[in-house]
């Protein structure tokens, strides 16, 4: 056998599949496991009697769900069907499998469990099959791997990412796990949620299903990093902070049950998008004054909106870069003012390109001033030099060609740059959910290194980041964005237990919220000197 990390051997998987045909999502996790060498894919498991679990599904039900997918087309398609062959590299042995059929579950013959053994797999993959009973749960040393497209801490059963949607719940979680004869309930090694479409199942699912086929690739690469008993030790520690949940099963609604759900559904999002069309986006820049802390609104330049607040300081004046969106042209440009002693400001445009620009994260380096800004549209990070501070700069460089980050956020701390952002790993993924670390002696040359625990976090509520790092009496803080509930709806305030170049570790500290004046739904940058404090609102 070939090796992966030092002499151990290479992972051995099989794959339990209803069709050598597979969704889209299915066929791309193959794909990489593959091309990325992180483990032999030996042999299909292949059902020759595929049944569904359950009965058929209510005549409603299925009405809602294709009328779903006709009116939400989608130009990248989780569930189109693709053929495993077409896969460079794929040569695993297809073994006919007559599983015996219970009413919901599938078990395995005595002569196919056999056969399985003697193949000896560390891990099978299950994309087919029903609910698997009996001895095979326990043949692979590392067990049988699952998808469950929900939140198993509050939503058993099914359909994937449906009542998330019709309950207006604000996140869709996603697991992975090792089955166990208790449904829904085997151990978790991966979990993520992502914020709820509120308009579409399918929708929901497709954004959902294009991040899950990363899970496995993550913890294969994993496995192979730090060894299988240090990976269960992670993942032991990890699980113990959740209970899954106890609640009943799901299951696909009755047709007098579809018919409530989808008339209010129908009836929240016909307010929801009324509103959207009354009331046009508006954010707002608020200074505090660090001695006094009242807050001081700062006004909209006319036909624009202010927001993703920065502060420098500059000897003794303290300057504010944000982004200024125009309305009109439906693009953002950075701008820049002093602050007075009485918090006024007079914002000038200090940069513009011909697409957006927003997130002006400046920084001091050896007396030269410096600014990343989002430039996700570009699809490449990109530096710029003051020329003259604060109202004149230069395009320096860009990196990581090809790529869409979000809001970048640099941080020096152990003689290292650490470079903070959030990635969607597939184009049909959320921008919101996955925030990605990297570090490099230098952030000019960019070489930058990934993180081993990439994404360091996978959840909307706390990935994104919401402003620059900080630190007190040594211990770092790490503002970022929950946008569950909506973009720019709170900041949490998260607290880093463990940070260094194998390890990243952080749990919530402290939420904030836009409360000091209403009207307002949301807050979504946070930065503060000495001087002053500033934050954003959202509302419509």
Not at 18 to 27: E, F, G, N
């Given at each position: ?236 520690e990890r699980e113990s902070n959740y209970k899954v949940s106890d609640t009943r099963l799901r299951k696909p609604p009755g047709n007098w049950k579809i018919l409530q ?122 530096f710029y030099q003051a020329v003259k501070f604060p109202y004149q700069w230069k395009w320096i460089q860009s990196q990581f060609h090809g790529k869409e980050l979000y ?134």
């Amino acid at each position: 056998m070939k090796s992966t990390a030092g002499s151990r051997p290479k992972l051995q998987v099989g794959l339990l599949l209803d069709s050598l045909r597979v969704p889209a999502w299915a066929w791309e996790m193959i794909r990489i496991i593959l091309k990325e060498n992180l483990a032999a894919i030996d042999f299909v498991l292949l059902n020759q009697s595929p049944k569904a679990s359950g009965g058929r599904s209510p005549f409603l039900y299925r009405a809602f769900s294709k009328l779903d997918r006709t009116l939400f087309k989608l130009s990248s398609n989780a569930f189109e069907r693709k053929d495993l062959h077409l896969i460079p590299g794929f040569q695993a042995e297809v073994i006919p499998i007559h599983p015996i059929q219970a009413k919901f579950s599938d078990k395995f013959s005595k002569e196919d469990l056999e056969i399985v053994r003697n193949r000896n797999p560390d891990i099978l993959i299950r994309l087919g099959f029903r609910i698997l009973k009996g001895e095979i749960l326990a043949i692979p040393r590392l067990g049988i791997w699952s998808y469950h497209h929900g939140d198993n801490l509050v939503n058993r059963g099914g359909p994937p990412c449906f009542w998330e949607v019709m309950l207006g719940w604000q996140e869709t979680g996603s697991v992975l796990q090792i089955l166990s004869d208790k449904l829904d309930d085997g151990q978790v090694i991966y979990r993520s949620w992502s914020r709820t479409d509120p308009l579409s199942v399918h929708r929901n699912a497709n954004k959902v299903y294009w991040k899950s086929l990363f899970f496995i690739p993550r913890q294969l690469a994993r496995i192979n990093r730090i060894g299988v008993e240090a990976w269960r030790e992670e993942i032991n520690e990890r699980e113990s902070n959740y209970k899954v949940s106890d609640t009943r099963l799901r299951k696909p609604p009755g047709n007098w049950k579809i018919l409530q759900l989808a008339t209010i559904w129908a009836w929240r999002n016909v307010l929801r998008k009324t509103k959207e069309g009354l009331k046009k986006e508006v954010w707002k820049i608020w200074l505090f004054d660090q001695k006094k802390g009242n807050p001081i609104p700062i006004e909209n330049p006319k036909g624009t909106y202010l927001a993703d607040p920065f502060l420098i300081k500059k000897g003794s004046k303290n300057w504010l870069f944000v982004e200024q969106f125009d309305y009109k042209n439906r693009k953002g440009f950075i701008s820049c003012s002093e602050i007075t002693n009485e918090g006024l400001c007079n914002f000038q445009p200090v940069l513009e390109e011909s697409f957006h620009l927003s997130y002006p994260f400046v920084w001091e380096e050896d007396g030269e001033f410096w600014m990343l800004v989002e430039s996700a549209s570009k699809k490449e990070l990109r530096f710029y030099q003051a020329v003259k501070f604060p109202y004149q700069w230069k395009w320096i460089q860009s990196q990581f060609h090809g790529k869409e980050l979000y809001d970048p956020t640099i941080c020096k701390k152990d003689g290292l740059y650490w470079l903070f952002a959030n990635q969607k790993e597939h184009p049909g993924s959320s921008s919101f959910d996955e925030l990605f670390f990297y570090y490099s002696t230098d952030f000019r040359d960019g070489k930058w290194i990934s993180h081993p625990q990439n994404p360091i976090v996978s959840d909307v509520k706390s990935s994104r980041p919401a402003g620059s790092l900080f630190e007190e009496n040594g211990q770092w803080y790490r503002p970022a964005q929950d946008s569950a509930k909506h973009y720019g709806h709170q900041i949490r305030i998260q607290k880093i237990v463990n940070w260094d170049t194998e390890n990243f570790e952080e749990v919530t500290d402290q939420i904030l919220d836009a409360d000091w004046e209403e009207g307002w739904e949301g807050t979504h940058t946070l930065n503060f000197n000495e001087d002053w404090k500033v934050m954003d609102t959202f509302k419509r």
